[in-house]
């Protein structure tokens, strides 16, 4: 999520790993940019509860994330998107001490979130129940 509290624009970005991948984000920043004339330095950001660097595990990695991406890697096939989405916010223009994650993995704290990650893993055959999950901005 972020927010130009100097123009009041708000943007919602879901970026899942092939959002990350395509940098979504700097899109949106650009968006917010030349649509709204918003400057990156005035926003702030916040990196919603999403897959975590505990549970990134990419196994076909070599063909779905990028090498420039490799250097997010934690372990062997793990991924920090977290760590990714921060450094393209900083590339996008906005301040580092604007950004803030809520550190929170939705696929192993299941007490608290629905994973699609987690509901999809083991037999691919057995019936599956989903979940939704939402993040809300708004300007009052
Ligand atoms: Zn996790």
Redesign the pocket.
Known sequence: MVYDPAKKVIANIHSGWRGSINNIIEKTILTMNTRFDCNPKDMIAGIGPS?????GEFLNYRTEIPEKYHKYMTGSCMFDFWAMSTDQLVEAGLKLENIESSGL?T???DELFYSYRRAMAGSPTENKSTGRMATVITIL
């Open positions: 897959l975590g660097p505990c549970c993995c696929r192993c704290q």
